[in-house]
């Protein structure tokens, strides 16, 4: 979380049960910020220490965007939403500035995964390299890919390796292979 303030900004934080374990969702008045997979105990401690620090001050109690995204993953695990329509506050995302205030690389490659990666499909890393104007920065999306704050809303697990391979994932791979599988791009697991 690169992410620098001059200014306090209002947040707020829950964790939702989902499939695939826990999720810390944090947002402010601007969008839903982050979504962290795994978030035991620790874990969610750990983190809300750092958005502390990020956001330059203690959560408010509630934020509407952090209901909405709450209960848009919800139907989306339910397999009733296909695109989420939650707002999203790119500020955790590392290298979001360029040197003329543009977004940098990996927000301009997270923003067009979220734009143009409909449910249900894939895109190899050049691939998506290419869609930002980047030939040649497949592993560059990649640690794009590690960096994103947003991941299942901003859709990181549709992205796979050119050589037909899963690739890699923040969450762990079989979380992915279960986001896959509930999309329909992977067979569902027999247990």
Not at 121 to 139: C, I, W
Not at 142 to 152: E, F, H, I, R, T
Request: hydrophobic letters at 40%; proline letters at 7%.
């Amino acid at each position: 979380m690169n992410a620098e303030r001059d200014q306090q900004t209002d947040w707020a934080w829950r964790v939702l049960d989902t499939p695939i374990g826990p999720l810390l969702l944090a947002a402010t008045r601007e969008g839903l910020a982050l979504v962290g997979f795994h978030a035991d105990e620790r874990t969610t401690h750990r983190t809300l220490s750092r958005l502390r620090q990020t956001f330059g001050r203690e959560p408010v109690p509630e934020i509407p965007h952090l209901a909405t995204a709450a209960d848009e993953l919800t139907r989306y695990f339910d397999g009733g939403l296909r695109t989420f329509t939650v707002p999203l506050d790119w500020s955790l995302s590392s290298g979001t500035s360029g040197s003329s205030g543009s977004p940098g690389f990996n927000e301009r490659v997270l923003r067009a995964l979220a734009a143009d990666v409909a449910y249900g499909t894939v895109v190899g890393y050049q691939d998506l390299a290419d869609r930002v104007g980047e030939p040649g920065a497949a592993r560059a999306v990649g640690a794009a890919m590690g960096s994103n704050p947003l991941p299942v809303v901003v859709p990181c697990h549709r992205v796979v390796a050119s050589d037909g391979g899963i690739g890699g994932f923040g969450g762990g791979l079989e979380t992915k292979r279960r986001l896959l599988a509930l999309e329909g791009v992977l067979p569902q697991p027999l247990f």
